[in-house]
């Protein structure tokens, strides 16, 4: 059964960068269909997806942080990294790794319709804090 384990600062400075990695265990993530993403949630909000890297390698970002997202991956350490620039205290919030496996057009299901119901496994979360 495949694992995931966040790993990262807990504390960052506003305007700094926030980076986070994600370990996967138990499973490749350069299986087909696996899809392996960013989630996060602000202290008394709901889960907001971030992005997504596939197995191909091909990324996917939220609209809302298209513009200071960036996911990339070391197939060699079987990981995946997720960069936050900019931040802010708004940025504050639990980061969770998930897995989605889905064969169908991840286009089309992350231009329109990703639900994180949809994704089956799930590292434990690791609190970040956005504070001079």
Known sequence: QVQLQESGPGLVKPSQTLSLTCTVSGGSIINGYDYWNW?????GKGLEWMGAIAFSGTTYYSPSLKSRTSISRDTSKNQFTLQLSSVTPEDTAVYYCARLRY????????????????????GQGTQVTVSS
């Open 39 to 43: 989630i996060r949630q602000p202290p």
């Open 103 to 122: 064969s169908g057009s991840a286009d089309y299901y992350y231009a329109r319709a990703v639900n994180v119901a949809d994704f089956d496994s799930w």
